[in-house]
Structure formats: structure tokens, C-alpha cells
């Protein structure tokens, strides 16, 4: 039957308003003592609301966008004339706060930064395919990081540190600023490597060695004494 009410339908105190179907399975609304409005499915709470604040006892499963402070343009837009703000708090001892974004094996996760001129000016993208992670900025790779290491100028960088560009040191601090080489059992290498030729400067026992790329020695730096130095050449 249908009942057509043109005006306010009310109960009143502790009685509930139920829809009933034909196997007894009913959602009731009622208002509590303590002025928050429920929702049962049964006798088991489904949602309660109060002040404006709904607390769901299940899954929220929307068919359509949600959008927070105006029309939503995708499937959760934040949108506001202030700062914005999103937040992933754990308070549990030992716990942690997590933002996981997945893909397809064959697909790729992006987080992006930009404007309204660029939505994407900045960002990490990482491929599952490659398993590669770039960090973007100016619209631009700027470093590829993978399972060899770290690339800059390059997309598969051969070394755990490969730069294909010009680099520069600059110390304008205290004096005792420096690059420094560490290797194993005090011995370290640097290459200066050309298409054909190369420069090996190599430090092991107590001298430098300066060797070609075959690594033949053409001279040796010695220490001979608290001030003091020897050279020889091949």
C-alpha cells in the first residue's frame, strides 16, 4: 500500500520509524535521548549523525565523485581559497601512516605537482615495468633512479652515482670544506675517462699513482718525510 503524507511524519520518544519488507528485514530511523540521529539495519547501528557529522559503521561505497568544499572533477577533489591540507595520522605505538599508490604491473604510479598552467610541472613517477622511479621537476626528468643507481642526465645510469652533464663543486664556507674519496684499506680511484684515452689518478700505500687507460703508471707522487715528496716517471 502506498500512505501519501503531506506534511510531518513523527514518533514519538525511544520509537523508531521502520521500513519493513516482506521477510521482516527492516531499517529503522529513530532519534536517541542524547539528540543524535540513528540509522539500524535490524537491531545492528548503521549510521549515526550528530552536529553536522556522520559516522558510518561499514563500507562507503559511492556511485560519483565526492567532492570536499565544492563540485567535485574527480573521484575525491579537496578544493578551497586557502591552504588545503590532508593528513595520515597513527597514534599507536610502533604503528605507521601510510600512502600507497598502485597500478597495473604493466602500468606505472605517479604522484604529481603543479598548477593550474601544469598539472604535472613536478613529481615522482614510478614504472613497474622497469621498476625505475623519476623525480620530475620543470617538466623535466631530472633524476632516474634504479635498481643499478642513481642517474642524472640519464635515464639507466651504469655507476650508483652516473651523471652525463656538467657538475660543479663549489666551497664557500670555512676553509676546511672538501671532497673527499674513501676506499677500501685506504685505497681509491678516480677516472678521467675520454673516447680513447683515459686519466687514473690512484692513491694505495703512501703514494698517488697518475696510470693510462691500460693502467700503466707514468708517475708517482711519494711521500719522503714530514714536508717532502718524490716523483718518478715511467
Known amino acids: 500500500d502506498t500512505v501519501d503524507i503531506n506534511g510531518d511524519l513523527s514518533t514519538l ?7 519493513v519488507n516482506a521477510s521482516s528485514n527492516y531499517w529503522a530511523i529513530y532519534n536517541q535521548s542524547n539528540g543524535k540521529m540513528r540509522i539500524d539495519q535490524g537491531t545492528t547501528q548503521r ?4 552536529s553536522g557529522e556522520f559516522q558510518f559503521a561499514n563500507d562507503i561505497i559511492v556511485d560519483g565523485n565526492i567532492g570536499v568544499g565544492g563540485t567535485p572533477s574527480y573521484p575525491l577533489h579537496i578544493i578551497g581559497t586557502s591552504t588545503q591540507e590532508v593528513r595520515v595520522q597513527s597514534s599507536d605505538s610502533g604503528a605507521y601512516s601510510r ?5 597495473a604491473t604493466d602500468g606505472y604510479a605517479q604522484f604529481n605537482m603543479g598548477d593550474s598552467g601544469a598539472d604535472a610541472a613536478g613529481g615522482l613517477v614510478y614504472t ?8 620530475r621537476a620543470a617538466n623535466s626528468n631530472i633524476m632516474n633512479v634504479t635498481s643499478t643507481g642513481v642517474g642524472i642526465g640519464t635515464t639507466a645510469p651504469g655507476y650508483k652515482l652516473d651523471v652525463r652533464d656538467t657538475v660543479s663543486f663549489r666551497f664557500e664556507g670555512s676553509a676546511s670544506q ?3 674519496f674513501f676506499g677500501q684499506n685506504d685505497h681509491a680511484t678516480i677516472h678521467v675517462t675520454g673516447s680513447s ?3 687514473a689518478l690512484q692513491t694505495g700505500g703512501p703514494g698517488v699513482e697518475f696510470q693510462d687507460a691500460a693502467g700503466n703508471e707514468h708517475l708517482t707522487i711519494k711521500e719522503t718525510g714530514t714536508n717532502g715528496a718524490l716523483l718518478s716517471g715511467a
Open 13 to 19: 520518544d525511544s520509537h523508531k520509524l521502520k521500513v
Open 47 to 50: 549510521v549515526l549523525a550528530s
Open 99 to 103: 600512502i600507497q599508490l598502485r597500478s
Open 128 to 135: 613497474h615495468s622497469t621498476d625505475t622511479l623519476n623525480i
Open 178 to 180: 672538501r671532497l673527499l
Open 197 to 199: 684515452h683515459k686519466l
